[in-house]
């Protein structure tokens, strides 16, 4: 059993540090996605178009783009290129989510329990997801503030807060608080 655990590990980093030299390289280079067929939020569908990326943002959309020689060359034909999907409620990434000491916690801020190495960062990339409102749990009537974080697996945490985004606080009624902090006693 010792044998298979330490050999699924090694494999999980591989796979973990391979990701990361990807995200790295791809931020360093230029990445050119030829012949996709791009989804937009305001111009409808734009079939057959490349799409150019500089230091990780978009540089250009349109046909036939040219790119520099050590670019990331990607052949998108017959794939779909959308934009990023924002999750407005999320607890992906956090290393605790509820603060049961009192019924209002108000005062705690999910920020200070990020995890940047979390899975499921990984996997919210994978599903298209890039930006997330991420929230205190339903435990109390009134939670903890949110953060809004863009994803960016394995960096550090810093990276991740979208700059300038809102703060709010969780409100929660019903049967999750009800259920956490039970009833009040009567009389």
């Given at each position: 059993?010792?044998?298979?655990?330490?050999?699924?590990?090694?494999?999980?980093?591989?796979?973990?540090?391979?990701?990361?030299?990807?995200?790295?390289?791809?931020?360093?280079?230029?990445?050119?996605?030829?012949?996709?067929?791009?989804l937009t939020a305001v111009r409808g569908t734009l079939p057959n178009t490349?799409?150019?990326?500089?230091?990780?943002?978009?540089?250009?959309?349109?046909?036939?783009?040219?790119?520099?020689?050590?670019?990331?060359?990607?052949?998108?034909?017959?794939?779909?290129?959308?934009?990023?999907?924002?999750?407005?409620?999320?607890?992906?990434?956090?290393?605790?989510?509820?603060?049961?000491?009192?019924?209002?916690?108000s005062m705690t801020d999910v920020h200070d329990v990020l995890n940047p190495?979390?899975?499921?960062?990984?996997?919210?990339?994978?599903?298209?997801?890039?930006?997330?409102?991420?929230?205190?749990?339903?435990?109390?009537?009134?939670?903890?503030?949110?953060?809004?974080?863009?994803?960016?697996?394995?960096?550090?945490?810093?990276?991740?807060?979208?700059?300038?985004?809102?703060?709010?606080?969780?409100?929660?009624?019903?049967?999750?608080?009800?259920?956490?902090?039970?009833?009040?006693?009567?009389?």
């Amino acid at each position: 059993m010792k044998k298979l655990t330490t050999f699924f590990l090694t494999i999980l980093f591989f796979i973990t540090a391979s990701s990361i030299s990807v995200y790295a390289q791809a931020q360093k280079n230029e990445v050119l996605i030829r012949n996709a067929t791009v989804l937009t939020a305001v111009r409808g569908t734009l079939p057959n178009t490349d799409i150019l990326i500089q230091n990780g943002k978009i540089a250009k959309i349109g046909s036939n783009l040219k790119a520099s020689a050590n670019a990331i060359i990607i052949d998108a034909t017959g794939k779909f290129v959308s934009p990023g999907i924002i999750d407005c409620h999320s607890h992906t990434m956090l290393d605790a989510i509820n603060e049961v000491s009192y019924s209002v916690t108000s005062m705690t801020d999910v920020h200070d329990v990020l995890n940047p190495t979390d899975i499921s960062i990984y996997r919210a990339l994978a599903g298209g997801v890039t930006t997330a409102n991420l929230l205190h749990g339903s435990a109390n009537p009134i939670g903890g503030r949110n953060t809004v974080v863009r994803y960016k697996y394995g960096r550090p945490v810093e990276e991740f807060v979208f700059p300038g985004a809102p703060m709010g606080i969780k409100f929660a009624l019903g049967e999750n608080p009800k259920r956490i902090g039970g009833n009040p006693a009567p009389g």
